[in-house]
């Protein structure tokens, strides 16, 4: 009994650690580091480049729903070395690493969603072809 009790209480310490740290991770979205990209004009299926800062990028692509609502993606691509390499890969290994985020948003209306560690403000506007 004096075991089980035992491993209880050390489940219950690892796991509240590890709500301490994800804590901690999940507050990096600093709103200083806020990117506004403004009106941001889109076609079906068009990816538009744009930028996330510190020489990052990221295709943002859009589709027209019947609702009048917008589906769109961000894709986010980033080359990973050294310790963010997964395990089991030859060191030195080059990894390139796609995001793909798909939303349904209203059109023409203010929205500010994170890209990775990134928020970013944009208002998307879908142009008919």
């Known amino acids: 009994m004096i075991k089980f009790v035992a491993l209880c209480y ?3 310490a690892l796991l509240l650690a590890g709500c301490g740290k994800s804590s901690q991770t999940t507050k990096t979205g600093d709103a200083t580091r806020l990117i506004d990209w403004g009106v941001v004009e889109l076609s079906a299926n068009i990816p ?4 996330l800062g510190e020489g990052k990028d990221c295709a943002v692509t859009a589709v ?3 609702d009048g609502k917008l589906e769109i993606k ?3 691509k980033e080359k990973l070395a050294g310790a963010e390499v997964p395990p089991g890969l030859p060191a030195g290994t080059l990894v390139e690493s796609t995001k793909t985020q798909t939303m349904t948003v209203p059109s023409a209306i203010g929205i500010t969603v994170s890209v990775g560690q990134t928020p970013v403000r944009f208002t998307p506007k879908f ?3």
């Open 127 to 129: 142009r008919a072809q």
């Open 10 to 12: 050390g489940v219950s």
């Open 64 to 66: 027209a729903l019947a």
């Open 74 to 76: 961000i894709e986010t």
């Open 48 to 51: 538009k480049r744009l930028s």
